[in-house]
């Protein structure tokens, strides 16, 4: 299939460096309110890169769930796919799909894991469901069927029926804790605006405008 003559000009709007708020956390806040106003579906979905030992790259979708000075966080399974490659390899990357405002947020950093009180926290916040799913799926592993999953599910689910449904010691949260942090808006004849801030050896951000 070609698809060779699709293209889309983009037109919404221009980002100058005196629209940047000094430091990234703020800017990123700026954005992601604005993403939520416009109506951008899960504006919190991220794709997450990582980089196995053996140097192979790979990425999926995972949820943003807080972010402030400190980092991004979401949570995973910590057997799973993403969580082992983490742990060969901390650096990783995350991309903010925004395509229904011409933009993308793009964050390199390292990864490491949140404490176990925070992520005690976070799960008991979730929905009893959400709570079972974890507990259920062994992620990333090789299964037969999904009736196994369903199997297991109420099982659980009977066995927890009233009562709490406690923290899974192979589930938690990871925080990206980034150096770079580019804004990319995008402008007609492909000659889009991108800022990067760039972390400094004293904790201060530079930015700069990269060429498109």
């Known amino acids: 299939m070609d698809i060779s003559t699709m293209r889309k000009e983009y037109v919404r709007i221009g980002l100058s460096e005196e629209d940047l708020a000094p430091e990234p956390f703020q800017q990123f806040s700026t954005w992601f309110e604005q993403a939520l106003a416009g109506g951008i579906e899960e504006p919190n979905a991220m794709s997450l890169g990582t980089v196995a030992a053996s140097g192979q790259p790979s990425q999926r979708t995972v949820l943003l769930k807080y ?6 966080v979401f949570f995973t399974n910590y057997e799973s796919r993403k969580a082992q490659e ?9 991309l903010f799909p925004w395509y229904g405002l011409e933009r993308q947020v ?3 950093g390292r990864a490491e894991k949140v404490s176990t009180m925070e992520s005690v926290k976070y799960f008991l916040s979730r929905p009893k469901g959400s709570q079972l799913g974890a507990w259920v ?6 299964i037969t069927s999904r009736s196994i999953l369903l199997a297991k599910f109420e099982e659980l689910k009977e066995q927890f029926h009233n009562k709490e449904i406690p ?5 938690g949260g990871f925080r990206i804790i980034p150096h770079h942090i580019e804004f990319w808006q995008g402008r007609e004849n492909r000659l889009h605006d991108r800022f990067v801030y760039s972390l400094q050896a004293d904790g201060s951000w530079i930015v700069n405008r990269l060429a498109p």
């Open 106 to 108: 793009i964050v390199l």
């Open 137 to 142: 799926s062994n992620q990333s592993s090789v």
């Open 86 to 94: 983490i742990d060969a390899n901390a650096q990783v990357s995350v």
């Open 67 to 72: 972010f402030d000075e400190q980092g991004f």
């Open 167 to 171: 923290h899974p010691a192979h589930w």
